[in-house]
């Protein structure tokens, strides 16, 4: 078990659906509206703090976490780097692609086209008459 980390003294995992666009704190690739993601609130030595995770990051977290790994928010890399099991090969061949479209998005590399407006919202074409 996770011995050498701090437990935090609140604790709140939920699940909710993206209303806006956020970024996954592990893989940093969008979240974008209508998709659902984990969201954690914890108190950590005093010091409130919130973390928005994709569920792919999440479901990682908690495979490493139960292969005796103790990853924090924000350092899953660390332990996927660290593991060398081989029941998680396809999963964190996943993780890595996502951290590099991720970090190509976020430092201007490459261009990730904004999520396009529901059907109702889009401009209505010209009228014919």
């Known amino acids: 078990m ?3 980390h701090d437990y935090p003294t609140v604790f709140v995992e939920t699940h909710p659906r993206a209303r806006k666009r956020w970024l996954c704190c592990e893989c940093t690739s969008p979240i974008v509206p ?4 984990q969201r954690t609130f914890g108190v950590w030595d005093r010091s ?42 396809s999963e964190i061949g996943e993780f890595r692609e996502r951290l590099e479209r991720g970090q190509a998005a976020l430092f201007g590399v ?3 086209p904004p999520p396009r407006p529901p059907r109702d919202l889009q401009p209505m074409e010209s009228d014919p008459w």
Request: glycine share 10%; with cysteine; charged share 25%.
């Open 110 to 112: 490459m261009r990730i």
């Open 2 to 4: 996770c011995d050498d």
């Open 48 to 89: 409130p703090d919130t973390h928005v995770t994709c569920l792919l990051c999440a479901w990682l977290r908690d495979a490493i976490v139960a292969a005796d790994f103790c990853p924090t928010y924000g350092g899953l890399y660390e332990a996927v780097d660290a593991y060398e099991g081989g029941e998680l090969t």
């Open 34 to 37: 209508g998709e659902r993601y």
